[in-house]
């Protein structure tokens, strides 16, 4: 599965921007559609997760502002960010987690960066 996110750029604190993550295969085959995001000198860190039978994770610091949606019409998943603030600076990434008899296997895509900051 190739992943090719867009969407990343500078905003606003307070503003918003959409993330978009297109799949090469349907989204509706992979188990786990995810981003995450990595801040300068930290770790990656899981900011969403969309499950193929619809169960959402969020993580406690982008509750009530993140939301992720999967469009099997378009094999594309995406991240709304609104409210955003300057510690959401980061690149993220989308992630693709599919299990096939037994093995797990994770994809992943080459990363966005979303700067906030006035």
């Known amino acids: 599965v190739q992943l090719v996110e867009s969407g990343g750029g500078l905003v606003q604190p307070g503003g918003y921007l959409r993330l978009s993550c297109a799949a090469s295969e349907s989204v509706s085959s992979i188990n786990v559609l995810g981003w995450y995001r990595q801040a300068a000198g930290k770790q990656r860190e899981l900011v969403a997760q969309i499950t193929s039978g619809g169960s959402e994770y969020y993580a406690d610091s982008v509750k009530g502002r993140f939301t992720i949606v999967r469009d099997s019409a378009k094999n594309t998943v995406y991240l709304q960010m609104n409210s955003l603030k300057p510690e959401d600076t980061a690149v993220y990434y989308c992630?693709?987690?599919?299990?096939?008899?037994?093995?797990?296997?994770?994809?992943w895509g080459q990363g966005t960066l979303v700067t906030v900051s006035s």
């Open positions: 992630n693709a987690v599919r299990f096939r008899l037994g093995k797990k296997s994770d994809y």
